[in-house]
């Protein structure tokens, strides 16, 4: 008896939940197609609804379009799409990009949308988060390939490189000038923002263009400490034009490089290679052979006054080769040859404050100098010439001159050797004086042409003749200390007698 008085409960509870289902969902079914067919009548789209920026909340589709079409004709009239950059503006005719619209799909979709944002599918989707933009785009293609081609000749006039950050240098006062950042356009990202701009706000004729900064290395704040000059020579140039020429591109790759605590400078890596392709022209190699390399004239002279004043501002010079042969420009000992990696001029920086370099020619005068933070007690070169190394005499048979007549085919120069001292003072003001290089230039030998000789004349000049002298293209690797004295290089021994004057006979 309890069991069918409990199944009847049961079976009555679950027709009561049957019930209730059916009835609540056909309310909801009714309210939806009521709430449906009312929005159908009244408006068909929902209240919130945009395209492209355009409202048409409240509207059937025949009263959308129309809105839509007559604001697309507001922006035909305007004719442009105005791509700003800061303060300036690249007009793009619209029918150069070919723009269309597609209306009839866009609303389409802002009918699918009204839809899920209304009735009970719209609370059940708001109530769980879901609900979707009521800000839809308004479906538009246009030409890319064109547009791309006008965004890359606008990137043409806007694309720059980043400056560092400059100095003004007036005598010994120097003021550091802002840094100016790089532009490079985005063409890609530019087009996205177009065509987003397009179809979110077709009203708005104005699009930013996309481009990246880049922002230099060497900015006002990082030079700020930079306030006086350390050092500074200046060497007179050989009115010679080419000369001239490359001093000045030497010079003008030299100036405004920073060098930063604890790096190292190269000579050849800022200004060389000393070729056509840099921007130095080729000049003449003087008989007497005081440019070794053509193409280098006038940049080494711009090595040369950097070396001088980088030792006495009392950076760490650490390699500097001297030339073959004395530079009438510049004093014995002074000079700095550079070739390649292989011979370069290289210093650094060991203070904790970067170094500003200047060089500038003016007026045939080359002047390159120094600026830091702190300036210390400026170093004093000297000069001791140690020793000098006398020319030899190379004659040589001329069988178009008479017996013993002699002609002079080149008048020699004394080679010599000598040794630089860097005297300047510490933190204490102590002064130091220390071996900044020890060099050796090579002698430019005698060459005599004489007549024809007798052969007893000839057995005797033979016999005189011993150790021919060294090939005159030679480098100046005799003797030499081409590097600094703390430089590996071993140095070499001075021939004896170097007063002594031989005579070769060729014959």
Known sequence: MLQRISRTQFLSVLLLMIIQTVVISGTALYLSGALKERTQQKSMYQQTVTVGGISVGGLNTEEAEA????VLGEVQKKGTLQIMMEKQSFPIPLKDIQIKYNVPSSLREAQRTSEELTGVWGMWKKWRGTSPSPYLPLYVTFNEEKLTAIINEIARNVNRPAEPARARVSGTSISILPEKAGYV???PGTISAIREQLQEEVQISRVSLVVEKDIPQITKES?????VMLADYSTPI???????????????LLNGVVLLPSQTFSFFEKVGPFTEAKGYISTSVQNDEDAQDGVMGGAIQVASTLYIAAAKSGLSIIERHNNVRPIASIPLGYDAFVRDKELDLRFVNRSKQPVYIYAEVKDTQLRVALFGAKAIANGSIEVKEENKI??????????SLGPGQEKIIRRGKEGVRVKVFLTHSNEEGVPKRELLSDDYYKPLHNIVAFGPIPENMKNKAQQQTTNPPESESSVASEPSQDKAPNSTDKQQEQPSNPQKKRNVYIF
């Open 238 to 252: 050989a009115s010679t034009p080419n000369r001239l020429f490359n001093a000045e591109q030497a010079a003008k």
């Open 67 to 70: 809105k839509i079409e007559k």
């Open 223 to 227: 030079l700020k400490d930079i306030k």
């Open 390 to 399: 006398a020319p030899e005499t190379i004659v040589r048979s001329d069988k």
């Open 185 to 187: 356009v985005d063409i």
